[in-house]
C-alpha cells in the first residue's frame, strides 16, 4: 500500500500497527518479567530491613551473651550460699520452716527420689527475684524499661538453666538418672567426686554445678583432708550415697 495514494487508509494502519506493536511488548515483557530472575528492588522485604533486623538481632544476641556471663558468679554464690547457709544450717529468716533443711539432711542420709535430689524452679526464681526487684528500680529510676529486659531474661534463663543442670548432675552423680553427664569421663568423675566427700563430710564441698565456690570460701577440701576435718570437729559422719567417691 503506498502513502501517497490512499493516505488515510495508511495513517488507520499505522495506528492500528503500533496499538499492536503496544499490546505486544507489554504481554512480551509480562511474560519476561515472569522468568527474569527478581533483583532485590523485587524483594516483598527489601534487604536493607533484613539487614537492619539481622544486625539488631545479633545485638541483642551480643547483650544477652554479655549479661549471661555478669551473672554466672552470682548464680555461683547463690547455689554455694543456699546449700551452706539454708540447707545445712537452721535458717528461720530464709526458711521458716525449716522445710530446705529437713529435705537436705534427709537426702544425706540417703533419700534419693526426686523430692531430695532435684531443687524446685520456684526456689531458682526466689532466689534470683531480689536481682529482678532490683533491675526493675534500675530501669523504673534510670534507664528505660528495654534497657533491663535483656538482663532480667538472661537472668531468668539462667534459672531454667541451672535448675537443669543442678537436676541432671545431681541426679547422675547418685546413679538414679543415665543421662548425658554420666557420660563425661573424666568431668563427670570429678564432679562426682567433689559432690560425695561433700556427703562424706557435711562441712566441705558445698559447689555442686559451680565446684570452684569452695576455693572461694576455703571449703575445698579432698577426701583425706575432710576425713581428718570430721575426726577434729567430732561431727557425726552423714551417711553417703551407694556410690562412693574415687581415691
Ligand atoms: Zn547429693
Ligand atoms: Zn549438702
Known amino acids: 500500500m503506498r502513502r501517497e495514494r490512499y493516505p488515510t487508509v495508511w495513517a488507520v494502519g499505522c495506528l492500528i500497527r503500533s496499538e499492536c506493536e503496544d499490546a505486544f511488548c507489554s504481554n ?44 554466672a558468679p552470682l548464680v555461683a ?22 522445710r530446705q533443711l529437713k529435705s537436705h539432711v534427709a537426702h544425706h542420709k540417703g533419700a534419693n527420689t526426686p ?4 531443687v524446685p524452679l520456684r526456689n531458682c526464681l526466689l532466689l534470683t527475684s531480689p536481682a529482678f526487684l532490683l533491675l526493675a528500680s534500675w530501669g523504673l529510676a534510670i534507664g528505660p524499661w528495654s534497657a533491663v529486659v535483656i538482663p532480667a531474661t538472661a537472668l531468668l534463663a539462667w534459672s531454667f538453666l541451672y535448675k537443669y543442670l543442678w537436676e541432671r548432675m545431681h541426679r547422675a552423680i547418685h546413679g538414679v538418672e543415665s543421662n548425658w553427664f554420666q557420660r563425661c569421663g573424666l568431668m563427670f568423675r570429678f564432679f562426682r567426686n567433689h559432690h560425695l566427700k561433700h556427703h562424706a563430710n557435711g ?20 577426701r583425706r583432708a575432710a576425713r581428718a576435718s570430721r ?5 557425726v559422719p552423714i551417711p553417703t550415697n551407694s556410690v562412693e567417691a574415687d581415691e
Open 231 to 235: 575426726s577434729k570437729t567430732g561431727l
Open 28 to 71: 512480551y515483557q509480562s511474560s519476561v518479567k515472569i522468568h527474569t530472575p527478581r533483583t532485590p528492588k523485587d524483594t516483598i522485604v527489601p534487604l536493607e530491613i533484613i539487614a537492619s533486623v539481622t544486625v539488631t538481632l545479633l545485638g541483642w544476641l551480643h547483650v544477652f551473651m554479655l549479661w549471661f556471663a555478669i551473672w
Open 203 to 222: 562441712r566441705v564441698n558445698y559447689g555442686t554445678v559451680f565446684p570452684w565456690t569452695d576455693y572461694l570460701f576455703c571449703t575445698w577440701r579432698d
Open 77 to 98: 554464690l547463690l547455689e554455694y550460699g543456699t546449700h551452706r547457709w539454708i540447707m545445712h544450717v537452721a535458717n528461720r529468716l530464709l526458711d521458716p520452716q525449716l
Open 115 to 118: 523430692e531430695f535430689v532435684d
